[in-house]
């Protein structure tokens, strides 16, 4: 089956230390997404990649870093600049734009506990 | 910039009765809009989208939502709820020349038995 694996599925962190959420897709997609969700706040853009190699900063990005180095992968690292961690963060991907679809397909997320 | 409105926090409805979520949105250019559910501790799935063409658009579980350009609206809309709809449904908007969509707060739906 076609689909995006986020793991784990509950992570628990130390405050001032980094942590890397792994997101990958086997669905062959071109663009890949980060996004940290918080109640009652939707979902939150942090970097996107349309295409291998190449990312952008997403709305709030400050405090993490991405690296998209093959198609099917696309880590998420948490530093220890990032004030607030403690979130749930879900990762999708999207076909390229030129398929016309523009649907994101999603991961089942990562619930991150910084203490 | 872009924004969107779901009026609606929290929304109970009683099974087998008829409900609207609300989604409004500002842009001064084209969009294509979309609605996502998202069950408890999972990721979203996409219950429908518009691109173009009619402005009544179907989508998955009997749900059905219609654009209206004059209103910036893309309400969400079934007939008749299950105890299953219970989720967070939230509305999206991307810009027709742009690649980020934007996501609403979120509404809960609560689907009393």
């Known amino acids: 089956d076609g689909g995006i694996t986020q793991s784990p599925k509950y992570l628990f962190r130390k405050e001032g230390q980094n942590v890397t959420l792994s997101c990958e897709q086997n669905?062959?997609?071109?663009?890949m997404y980060w996004y940290r969700q918080d109640p009652g706040q939707g979902l939150r853009l942090i970097y996107y990649s349309q295409i291998v190699n190449d990312f952008q900063k997403g709305d709030i990005a400050e405090g993490y870093s991405v690296s998209r180095e093959k198609k099917e992968s696309f880590p998420l690292t948490v530093t220890s600049a990032q004030k607030n961690p403690t979130a749930f963060y879900l990762c999708a991907s999207s076909i390229a734009r030129a398929s016309h679809s523009y649907e994101q397909y999603f991961g089942p997320g990562t619930r991150l506990t910084v203490t | 910039a872009q924004s969107v409105t779901q009026l609606d926090s929290q929304v109970p409805v009683f099974e087998e009765a008829p409900v609207e979520l609300r989604c409004n949105y500002s842009s001064s250019v084209s969009v294509y809009l979309f609605w996502y559910v998202q069950y408890p501790n999972q990721g979203l799935q996409l219950l429908l989208k518009?691109?173009?063409?009619?402005?009544l658009v179907k989508g998955i579980n009997g749900f059905e939502a219609e654009f209206n350009k004059s209103q910036t609206s893309f309400h969400l809309r079934k007939p008749s709820v299950h105890i299953s709809d219970t989720a967070e449904y939230f509305c999206a908007v991307m810009k027709t020349s742009y690649d980020k969509v934007i996501f609403g707060p979120g509404t809960s739906l609560s689907v009393i038995p």
């Open positions: 669905l062959n997609h071109d663009a």
């Open positions: 518009y691109l173009s063409g009619s402005t």
